[in-house]
């Protein structure tokens, strides 16, 4: 267990290197007996044998457990019962998953991974909102991976309804690394709401084009089903769905204009077979999830927030444009459309077209 961790460490130990290591070496020797000439005799590149070798004189076990124990990161290897059960059954589960916050198998018995573009449109930020908090508000779990766009509207919809959302990252998840450094608060939010932060990569290590795609496979062994939100032809997204087919899971997604540069991506799978999403209910019967729906409320017995509250008020004689709103209440217009959207959600404000809002009564 510890070989794992520590070899993991190394800057330059990729899944294949890691993997040549693990089945010739490390189950007959430990980390610390392995010579230069042990890894050339496997087939890792000379040049890198003497690199791992400086590299582990100057980085003991010791030091390295320090620095987890510093940032309160928990290693789990392959073969900790604490390992999530769904990514242990792809054909590449990473060696070692560092973790920050609260991973449990029982977070993912019932888990979707939630994906799109960082260049999202209205449109796509919209029902991205509106399925994360649906799906929040039943129980179900939404990985994904703390990017800019769809990814934090995600995170972000499950946070407001107390639901349990899990980030995976290509970088370390130390507080210093993490990635977009503009996401650090919402890290902290995520594992402070009961969910948790985890990566591959150990901390300090900085994303790369490599790492994320990486990150990608996790995000689809993790969980049951990936839905695509809104992804153009050329996506990230669309590997995390590629990855999810490659594993047997559940591609999903929602349906975009054929006009719809943005959309093209999730239309292109629908064409191939995923299906197509329009509400929770059609997420939850395509992996037959026996989900628990909310009760119905009226808008008394529904604690708001201030935000809502304010929202509410100005709409109580009249209704008013989205301009007018954000005006009155002097809120961003990402936070007002936020809390509009779930608002709406709640029955308690109906969306009148135009940009114009009014309260239900």
Not at 80 to 103: A, C, E, M, N, S
Not at 149 to 163: N, Q, R, V, W
Not at 169 to 178: K, M, Q, S, V
Not at 223 to 241: M, R
Request: hydrophobic share 40%.
């Amino acid at each position: 267990m510890i070989d794992h961790i520590w070899l993991a460490h190394f800057p330059k130990i990729t899944y294949a290197r890691h993997k040549k290591i693990s089945a010739h070496l490390l189950n007959t020797r430990s980390f610390e007996e392995i010579e230069m000439l042990d890894l050339c005799d496997i087939g890792i590149e000379p040049e890198i044998a003497h690199e791992l070798i400086v590299w582990r004189e100057n980085n003991p076990w010791e030091k390295i457990n320090n620095n987890l124990i510093q940032h309160k990161i928990t290693a789990l290897t392959i073969d900790d019962p604490r390992y999530p059960f769904l990514l242990k059954q792809i054909t590449d589960p990473p060696f070692v998953l560092f973790v920050r916050g609260h991973l449990q198998n029982s977070q993912i018995e019932m888990a979707i991974g939630v994906v799109g573009t960082r260049h999202y449109t209205l449109y796509g930020k919209d029902i991205c909102i509106k399925l994360s908090a649906a799906m929040a508000q039943r129980k179900i779990t939404i990985v994904s991976g703390l990017a800019l766009g769809i990814d934090s509207f995600a995170h972000e919809a499950t946070l407001k309804e107390k639901g349990i959302t899990i980030a995976v990252l290509g970088g370390g998840i130390d507080r210093a690394t993490i990635h977009p450094r503009s996401h650090e608060n919402l890290a902290e939010r995520i594992i402070e709401g009961g969910g948790a932060i985890l990566s591959e990569y150990p901390p300090g290590a900085e994303p790369t084009k490599f790492s994320f795609p990486a990150r990608n496979r996790i995000i689809a062994g993790l969980t049951q089903g990936t839905l695509v939100i809104e992804a153009p032809l050329q996506s990230g997204a669309l590997i995390t769905a590629k990855r999810a087919l490659d594993y047997n899971r559940e591609v999903l997604a929602v349906p975009h204009p054929i006009n719809s540069s943005n959309g093209a991506g999730g239309n292109e799978l629908i064409k191939k077979g995923a299906t197509l999403v329009t509400s929770v209910d059609d997420i939850s019967e395509a992996l037959n999830w026996q989900v628990i729906i909310p009760p119905k409320t009226d808008g008394k017995e529904i604690n708001c927030n201030t935000e809502e509250k304010q929202i509410l008020l100005i709409l109580q004689n009249e209704p008013l444009p989205l301009e007018e709103i954000i005006q009155k209440t002097g809120f961003s217009s990402d936070k007002i459309l936020v809390n509009l959207t779930l608002l709406e959600m709640r029955g308690l404000i109906k969306n009148l077209g135009g940009g114009y809002y009014s309260k239900n009564t």
